[in-house]
């Protein structure tokens, strides 16, 4: 089982940064994809970027000019650098790790985004 626990979530203004971090629990850190989503009020939930257990990322389009996604094994946690925020990146975010037929969710943090 593999729990995951974002953090990093605030308010930040318009042109802000931000990094989210998303630490896993147990020993399978390494052979996870991990990814970000998110979720607008009324809205479904987007992919943002994943990133392979290789390190390789992918991003969607709308996404790969502001944010990035890493990872780093030896804290077994997953980042999301956020670049020039504007109000519609408001959002809970959220965290998903992937292995085989397994599906994990963390909790989520809000960012907001807002002058």
């Known amino acids: 089982q593999v729990q995951l626990v974002e953090s990093g979530g605030g308010l930040v203004q318009p042109g802000g940064s931000l990094r989210l971090s998303c630490a896993a629990s147990g020993n399978a850190f390494s052979l996870l994809a991990l990814g970000w989503y998110r979720q607008a009020p009324g809205k479904q939930r987007e992919w943002i970027a994943s990133i392979r257990p290789s390190g390789h990322p992918e991003y969607a389009d709308s996404m790969k000019d502001r944010f990035t996604i890493s990872r780093n094994a030896a804290k077994s946690t997953v980042y999301l650098q956020m670049n020039s925020l504007r109000s519609e990146d408001t959002a809970v975010y959220y965290c998903?790790?992937?292995?085989?037929?397994?599906?994990?969710w963390g909790q989520g943090t809000q960012v907001t985004v807002s002058s």
């Open positions: 998903n790790g992937q292995r085989n037929e397994n599906n994990y």
